[in-house]
C-alpha cells in the first residue's frame, strides 16, 4: 500500500554554476536511501516507488547536473564528477549509513559515490545497471569508437537502439516509444557528455576500490551468464521480472519491496558504512 508522504525540494551548489536540485521525504533519522536516475531521466522516475516505501524511511533522490531541475556550466561530465554531485547531497543532508540506489548510468555513479563517502554509503545497489557488458564492461579504443559514432552521427537512432536493448521481447511499443521520447528530449551537450563519461567509465576499477556490499537487480531476459561471472564475487546479481530496463518506473511496487528487503537485511546483519 502506497504511504503518504511530505515531499520538500532543496538544493545544493557546486562549482563552475552548478546548482543540484533534490527531493526528500521522511523522518530527519532512520534508514535512509538516496535515489540516482539513469542517463537522459530524472528523479521523478522515483515518484511513485518513493511512495510504496516504509515511513520510517528517509527517501532522497538526486537530479544529476543538466538533467531535470539540476543546471550546470562544467565542462566534466565523467561518472565521478557525477558522483560528486550525490556526495554533495549526501554532505548537505548528514546522510550516514545510506543505501545508494542508481538506475542505469546512475548505478555507475551510485559505485562512485560509494567510493567517495565509505562512511555516508553502507549499500550499493544497481537498477539494472553494471551487467551491459557492452557499455559497463572495459572496451579498447576500437571499440569505444564504434560505440561512440552513432552519438555524433544519430543521436535519435542511439538512443532508440537503447530503449530497445532493454526491452525484453512482449514489451510495449507504447511504453517503449515514452521512454524514448522522455530520453531524447535530454538538455544537451550534457546528454552526450555523459554518454561519453559511461563509456569512458572504468567499472572493474571502481568495483575494485569499493569495499560497500553491492546488490545488482538485473532483467532476468537481460542479464547474460558472462555478465553474472564478471560480477561475480563483487556484486550479488538478482534476477527480477518487472518489466523493461525501466523497471523502478513501471512497477514502483516491485522495485520498492526490492529496496525495502536490503535495507531491512542490512539491518538484521549489522552491515556498516564502509565495510
Known sequence: MATHRVTDSREVHRPDVTSIRYSISGPDEG?????????????TDFDALTRFLPDEFRVLAVDLAEHGESRSARDTW???EFARDVAAVLDAEGVTDGVV???????????ETGRLRPVRVRHIVALDALHYLFLFGAMDEEQAAGLLQPLRDDFAGLV???VEAGSPPGTDPALKDAHFAKMAAVRQPAGTRAFE?????DMDAALAAVRQPITVFGVRDLVTPEAVDRLSGRADVV???????HFPV??????????ADV?????????????
Open 239 to 245: 534476477l527480477v521480472d518487472l518489466g523493461s530496463h
Open 250 to 259: 513501471e512497477s514502483p511496487e516491485g522495485t520498492a519491496a526490492l529496496i
Open 197 to 201: 563519461g559511461l563509456v569512458a567509465w
Open 101 to 111: 540506489a542508481g538506475h542505469s548510468l546512475g548505478g555507475a555513479v551510485a559505485v
Open 78 to 80: 565523467t561518472i565521478e
Open 160 to 162: 532508440r537502439s537503447m
Open 31 to 43: 534508514p535512509t536511501v538516496v535515489f540516482v536516475h539513469g542517463w537522459a531521466c530524472d528523479r
Open 263 to 275: 535495507v531491512r537485511a542490512d539491518a538484521v546483519t549489522g552491515t556498516q558504512a564502509g565495510g
